[in-house]
């Protein structure tokens, strides 16, 4: 397979003209008509159609429009509405066609990108592993002897086996990344409401989200970058805070939560072994291990489906499935008819469960900043999961179920490969709209493998998320804090909790001092600015919008004040400074190089 359809190699081709969109659309309906329409692809857009999309992208490219996504191929899953295609979610009686795209896709075209087809799915969303639609059942790009994972199924493959750049999935359960981990490529689920999901035929409605698979993890924050943003049609959409989808930097010693109690490998040994190598990967990152009770988030993901949020599946499709329930697959009939019993009583008993998992969750987020898990904790041959269907999905919901009943943000990424050739994934869990963050990281991770996309072969080419974090993004300051703000220090919630973006870690330029103030509490430090001071102090750089810096700012006790700190590298930004008439009685410990060394003098 000679032609990356990587986003960043594509738009670099077509940039020095080394490429061009027509002859990659030749390569991707001649990939496709190789491999075959089925089961990967419930419908094609014909080829002439997509190049007349394409010429209308030109065109409007061509005056002057941006179009951060001109020419690049990708699919979306058949439960998400594309204008004049049907809708089917894997049921050919429950099929209609829409005269408008969802929000998410008219998105998508309008920064350029072009809509290959509809892929296939576990009928109306409903299931883990690719076994569920009467257009046939996926299979792993590596072993087609193994599920795919689901229910985002052909979204996975198509990108995996490199028919498109990126593929649109749905991820309620885990559908997201189950098979992003089965087909070496990457799975972001993003926060709940940052992108729309009106157009989207509904699972869950409460908790289902749009989610990307791609070769890269620079990829996939391309396409939320361009996908993501409030939509007054969906009342699920939240405003997602400045930089969220922007590249975060990772401080040294950042920490990520292992299980310390309820790993489960069932049985996998090759997968046990495989998930001790990403510990030891991330920490040679400069991250800290930190052991964290599984079990809570264990029994919030047992919720999902024993709880009543399956009666949300039953909401979804109900007038259809109480009329015409010999069209539903027999597994996913089970599981949504079975809704009918549930009660409102149950519904409040649930919700109130989860409240209180949620919050007995925060005594294990406040020992770690970022978790780290299996995407699966194994895999299985098709002909084991059409025998035990339900016990064996659920077994694959192990690790994925609990992330948006808890409102959090996730991504999957490749983690090698078992010696059976098999490969597997480990998921980067986080806080709501630490989107961007947590796709940093895992580039980072990612790369330190020298990965490649699905079975294509070809390599990550693009540049790293790491290379984005030069330039401040519009509306917003960005702030230096030497003390008491830093990481894992007292005050630095303050930035945190106003979505505060942590860029770099670095050090003051020369003709700086530092000194520790008496009588301070917390205890501070103060920076002053002195011609002969030798300056190399350690200092953190964080992003604010410029709504959340002004009330920052306003927080800033004396004798502390807000003005411009020179960094290392010449460049300047706002940072604290400490009045002159603080200085009495305090002491100077520019030596020590910053405030954490001087805290751990002892």
């Known amino acids: 397979m000679s032609q990356s359809l990587e986003i960043a190699v594509l738009s670099r081709g077509y940039a020095d003209?080394?490429?061009?969109?027509?002859?990659?659309?030749?390569?991707?309906?001649?990939?496709?008509?190789?491999?075959?329409?089925?089961?990967?692809?419930?419908?094609?857009?014909?080829?002439?159609?997509?190049?007349?999309?394409?010429?209308?992208?030109?065109?409007?490219?061509?005056?002057?429009?941006?179009?951060?996504?001109?020419?690049?191929?990708f699919a979306v899953k058949d439960n998400i509405d594309v204008a004049g295609m049907p809708t089917t979610a894997a049921c050919p009686d429950f099929a209609h066609v829409p005269d408008r795209s969802a929000t998410v896709v008219e998105r998508l075209v309008g920064a350029g990108a072009i809509l290959i087809g509809k892929t296939n799915l576990d009928q109306f969303a409903t299931g883990l592993v690719g076994t569920r639609s009467p257009y046939g059942i996926c299979s792993s790009v590596f072993d087609a002897r193994y599920v795919s994972g689901g229910s985002s199924a052909g979204s996975g493959v198509a990108v995996g086996a490199g028919l498109v750049s990126f593929a649109l999935g749905t991820d309620t359960a885990g559908s997201g990344r189950v098979p992003a981990g089965f087909n070496n490529v990457v799975g972001l689920k993003p926060t709940k409401g940052f992108i729309s999901t009106a157009?989207?035929?509904?699972?869950?409605?409460?908790?289902?989200?749009?989610?990307?698979?791609?070769?890269?993890?620079?990829?996939?924050?391309?396409?939320?970058?361009?996908?993501?943003?409030?939509?007054?049609?969906?009342?699920?959409?939240?405003?997602?805070?400045?930089?969220?989808?922007?590249?975060a930097h990772?401080?040294?010693?950042?920490?990520?939560?292992?299980?310390?109690?309820?790993?489960?490998f069932f049985g996998d040994e090759a997968a046990s072994a495989l998930f001790t190598e990403a510990v030891a990967r991330l920490e040679s990152l400069g991250g800290t291990a930190v052991p964290v009770d599984y079990t809570v988030f264990r029994d919030a993901a047992s919720l999902l489906y024993a709880g009543p949020w399956v009666a949300e599946r039953l909401a979804a499709v109900r007038d259809f499935a109480l009329s015409k329930p010999d069209s539903l697959h027999p597994v996913v009939g089970g599981i949504i008819l079975g809704a009918k019993e549930k009660t409102a009583v149950e519904t409040f008993e649930g919700m109130y469960r989860l409240a209180e998992l949620t919050r007995r969750a925060e005594a294990e987020w406040a020992k770690m900043d970022v978790l780290l898990l299996p995407t699966t904790g194994t895999t299985y041959t098709i002909e084991e999961l059409l025998a035990d269907p339900v016990r064996l999905n659920t077994n694959l919901g192990y690790y994925t179920n609990f992330v948006n009943l808890m409102d959090l943000s996730a991504i999957a990424v490749p983690a090698g490969f078992r010696e059976n050739g098999l490969p597997f994934g480990v998921t980067f869990v986080g806080a709501a709209f630490a989107d961007g963050a947590l796709a940093a990281l895992a580039d980072r991770f990612h790369r330190l493998q020298g990965p490649t996309i699905g079975a294509t072969g070809q390599p990550v080419a693009?540049?790293?998320?790491?290379?984005?974090?030069?330039?401040?993004?519009?509306?917003?300051?960005?702030?230096?804090?030497?003390?008491?703000?830093?990481?894992?220090?007292?005050?630095?919630?303050?930035?945190?909790?106003?979505?505060?973006?942590?860029?770099?870690?670095t050090a003051s330029a020369a003709g700086y001092r530092l000194y520790s103030l008496p009588g301070t509490v917390p205890a501070k430090p103060g920076l002053v600015r002195d011609a002969a001071g030798p300056g190399g102090i350690e200092l953190e750089v964080w992003e604010l919008d410029t709504a959340s810096f002004g009330s920052f700012v306003a927080e800033v006790p004396a004798p502390m004040a807000?003005?411009?700190?020179?960094?290392?590298?010449?460049?300047?930004?706002?940072?604290?400074?400490?009045?002159?008439?603080?200085?009495?009685?305090?002491?100077?410990?520019?030596?020590?190089?910053?405030?954490?060394?001087?805290?751990?003098?002892?």
């Open 462 to 505: 693009g540049p790293a998320l790491e290379d984005a974090l030069e330039a401040a993004a519009p509306g917003t300051v960005r702030i230096a804090v030497v003390g008491a703000h830093l990481t894992g220090q007292p005050l630095n919630h303050q930035l945190t909790g106003r979505n505060g973006r942590l860029v770099a870690t």
């Open 250 to 264: 990772w401080p040294k010693g950042f920490r990520f939560g292992v299980p310390r109690e309820g790993l489960e």
């Open 17 to 73: 003209g080394s490429l061009t969109p027509e002859s990659v659309l030749d390569t991707v309906y001649g990939r496709i008509a190789e491999r075959g329409e089925r089961p990967v692809w419930i419908a094609l857009v014909p080829r002439e159609e997509a190049g007349r999309k394409l010429a209308e992208a030109r065109a409007r490219r061509d005056a002057g429009e941006e179009l951060p996504l001109f020419g690049i191929p």
């Open 199 to 247: 157009g989207v035929l509904p699972a869950c409605r409460t908790q289902d989200v749009v989610s990307v698979f791609a070769g890269s993890c620079g990829d996939a924050l391309a396409v939320l970058n361009a996908a993501g943003g409030f939509d007054a049609a969906d009342p699920y959409s939240r405003c997602a805070p400045a930089g969220a989808a922007r590249p």
């Open 562 to 602: 807000i003005g411009s700190v020179e960094l290392a590298d010449g460049s300047r930004v706002k940072g604290f400074l400490c009045e002159p008439i603080a200085l009495e009685g305090a002491e100077e410990i520019t030596r020590f190089g910053g405030w954490r060394n001087w805290l751990a003098r002892a």
